[in-house]
């Protein structure tokens, strides 16, 4: 019997990637976890064929817990299905231990092949993202300056671009507004910005908000 566990905090969302798998993998079960919370208590009571993980959710993030996950259970591969795009979120996620990323404008048959690659031990990338990944390596190790971030870092950077305001973001990710500010002194002195107005406009203009 196959055992996935879907992580999503939109119930349509994880009845649309139940109903596209269960009608291509036989003998396969499915539990539903609404946040990052619920993820990690279903990883902690069992072992799981294949994990399927949403990034943004109430509280923590997935990115936030990916790595617990790991420790938890090492055997049971994660695939990372995200709103955002790839070169936004696939390269934390990959480097935090996921096994794949999608995103989900991604065509069902892909997230099939996906799951399918993950069940053989593999990993799973678009096309577009393993071109892109290849033609790095060859490149001098330049990373931009949202690369140097750490994961929270860089989801504040995300909301602050969005237009959340400090009080609104420590509301969204369920920590102290001093945490969020914290954070925000730590970006602005790694990027070497002075204030929310030149965070917004890096953002911008490195697609880093939709």
Not at 64 to 72: F, G, K, N, P, T
Not at 78 to 93: D, G, I, K, N, T
Not at 95 to 121: F, H
Not at 164 to 193: F, G, H, N, P
């Amino acid at each position: 019997m196959i055992r996935i566990l879907i992580a999503d905090d939109h119930a349509v969302v994880r009845r649309g990637i139940r109903e596209i798998l269960a009608g291509e993998l036989a003998k396969t079960t499915f539990v539903e976890a609404r946040n990052a919370r619920e993820a990690l208590d279903y990883a902690h009571k069992q072992s799981w064929e294949v994990i399927i993980l949403d990034i943004s959710m109430p509280g923590r993030s997935g990115i936030d817990i990916l790595s617990e996950l790991r420790q938890l259970r090492p055997k049971s591969p994660v695939l990372v299905l995200s709103m955002h795009p790839e070169e936004q979120f696939a390269r934390r996620a990959l480097r935090a231990g996921a096994a794949g990323y999608l995103t989900k404008d991604s065509v069902s048959e892909e997230l099939v092949t996906a799951v399918r690659k993950l069940l053989t031990g593999g990993r799973y990338v678009s096309t577009a993202l393993a071109e892109r990944l290849a033609i790095e390596l060859g490149k001098p190790d330049d990373k931009a300056l949202h690369e140097r971030l750490s994961d929270r870092e860089f989801q504040i950077l995300q909301l602050l671009a969005s237009g959340k305001t400090v009080s609104e973001i420590a509301q969204d990710l369920a920590v102290s507004i001093k945490t969020v500010s914290t954070y925000r002194s730590r970006l602005l002195l790694k990027m070497a910005m002075k204030n929310n107005a030149e965070l917004i406009g890096y953002a911008i203009r490195n697609h880093l908000v939709e």
